[in-house]
C-alpha cells in the first residue's frame, strides 16, 4: 500500500484515525466537515482557482511554477498538513519535479488567508522516511485504542470509537 497525502495527515492527527482508513474503514462521507472541505474544492474548481492533479496515490490542490499548494479550512493541525505536502513534494521530486511547498488556510470569519511556506530539504526527507516506516508499522498491527481529546466529537469516526 502507497502512503497517500490523508493517512500522513491522520497520523498526526490521530492514530487511529490513520489505522481505520489504512484499513477500509471510511465513515468519512458521515462528516460535515469532509463535507465543508469537498464543498470547498468544489467552489474553487467552479471558479477557476483550483488547479487539482492527480499523481500516483496523491491529489494535488494546485501546482505552479515555482509551488505545490494545498488549500485546508483550518490550520487547526499544521504539523499534520506540512508532512502531508512534504510527501507530495518528494512524490514529486522522485518524478523530477522539484517545488516548494504553500499552504493556504481558508478560515471563514478571517478576512486574510494564513500561509505557510515550507520546503523539502536533506534533514525533513530523512524525516519523512523515518515517518513513512512508522506509519507502515502502525497500520500493519492491531488499532491502536481510542484516546478522546479536543476534536474527537467532530470526527467522522467518533461514534465508532466511543459509542
Known amino acids: 500500500m502507497k502512503l497517500t497525502g490523508t493517512?500522513?495527515?491522520?497520523?498526526?492527527?490521530?492514530?487511529r484515525q490513520c489505522w481505520l482508513l489504512a484499513n477500509r474503514i471510511n465513515l468519512e462521507d458521515n462528516s460535515e466537515d469532509v463535507r465543508i472541505g469537498r464543498v470547498l474544492h468544489q467552489i474553487r474548481s467552479e471558479?477557476?482557482?483550483?488547479k487539482e492533479i492527480s499523481i500516483d496515490n496523491i491529489r494535488i490542490d494546485k501546482l505552479t511554477k515555482e509551488y505545490l499548494v494545498e488549500?485546508?479550512?483550518?490550520?487547526?493541525?499544521v504539523e499534520a498538513v506540512k508532512w502531508q505536502v512534504l510527501l507530495y513534494l518528494k512524490i514529486l521530486k522522485e518524478k523530477?519535479?522539484?517545488r516548494k511547498g504553500?499552504?493556504?488556510?481558508?478560515?471563514?470569519?478571517?478576512?486574510?488567508?494564513?500561509?505557510?511556506l515550507i520546503e523539502l530539504d536533506e534533514e525533513s526527507e530523512k524525516n519523512l522516511c523515518n515517518i513513512e516506516a512508522k506509519i507502515y508499522e502502525l497500520i500493519n498491527n492491531k488499532a491502536p485504542a481510542p484516546n478522546l481529546k479536543k476534536g474527537c466529537k467532530k470526527c467522522a469516526y467518533y461514534e465508532y470509537c466511543f459509542i
Request: proline share 0%; with cysteine; hydrophobic share 30%.
Open 7 to 15: 493517512l500522513i495527515n491522520y497520523y498526526f492527527h490521530c492514530k
Open 47 to 50: 471558479s477557476g482557482d483550483n
Open 71 to 77: 488549500v485546508k479550512k483550518s490550520d487547526a493541525d
Open 96 to 98: 523530477g519535479i522539484y
Open 102 to 116: 504553500k499552504i493556504e488556510f481558508i478560515e471563514k470569519n478571517k478576512s486574510d488567508k494564513k500561509i505557510v
